[in-house]
């Protein structure tokens, strides 16, 4: 069966540090893949996909950067946090564009 | 720009009524349509997928029905539960250069008062 990992499931960070959140996907080969924030009373909000190895499209600018170093693999790094940054993070998967799209269980993250 | 609406923002009914979530999307050249539960804190589980070319999904007390010409999809729950609390989305699938994203709505808070 498909599942998705993603973790760690909370943090908090001071402001200027560092990010790195993983994303996981087993049971299915050449997974589109998603990062997704949601904001309180702003929905969710699409920040990066990609449709394969090494493609990364990005959605809004900001301080937040992807890479898809394995077929299954996604990441969302940050070389410089900033508070504007809190939120939660969703990633995401599907096999095609007919196809379920299923979350993982989120990170919250907090720059303090 | 697809857009994606869900009214009310909250809704709260007592144990055992049929309840209704609405939503409304701008463009109706979609490929599928996906409602989702979520519960606080945690991320989303897929509930149904209904396909453009689909009326209606069922699952367990669950119903969706999509119509593609009025931009419109309803998400029909029966004989609600306490359980059943959570908030509801739902997010198209468009077509062409995105269509491998999902656009949502912001979602009905439903809460189920025993």
């Known amino acids: 069966s498909q599942t998705i990992h993603q973790w760690p499931a909370t943090l908090v960070q001071p402001v200027g540090s560092p990010l790195s959140l993983e994303c996981t996907v087993e049971?299915?080969?050449?997974?589109?893949l998603y990062w997704y924030r949601q904001a309180a009373g702003r929905g969710l909000q699409l920040l990066f996909y990609s449709v394969g190895i090494g493609q990364i499209s990005s959605e809004v600018p900001q301080n937040l950067s992807a890479s898809r170093p394995q077929d299954r693999q996604f990441i969302l790094s940050s070389k410089k946090l900033l508070l504007s940054d809190s939120g939660f993070y969703l990633c995401a998967f599907k096999g095609g564009h007919n196809t379920e799209a299923f979350f993982g269980q989120g990170t919250r993250l907090t720059v303090v | 720009k697809q857009e994606v609406t869900q009214i009310p923002a909250a809704l709260s009914v007592p144990e055992g009524e049929n309840l209704v979530l609405n939503c409304s999307f701008t463009?109706?050249?979609?490929?599928?349509l996906q409602w989702f539960r979520q519960d606080p804190g945690k991320g989303l589980t897929s509930l149904l997928l209904?396909?453009?070319?689909?009326r209606e999904q069922t699952s367990g007390r669950l119903n969706a029905s999509l119509d593609k010409s009025s931009g419109r999809s309803t998400l029909y729950i029966a004989a609600s539960q306490p359980g059943d609390s959570a908030t509801y989305l739902c997010a198209v699938n468009l077509p062409g250069a995105g269509s491998y994203q999902l656009t949502f709505g912001k979602g009905t808070k439903l809460s189920v008062i025993p």
């Open positions: 463009d109706s050249a979609i490929y599928n």
């Open positions: 049971g299915t080969s050449n997974p589109n």
């Open positions: 209904i396909q453009s070319s689909q």
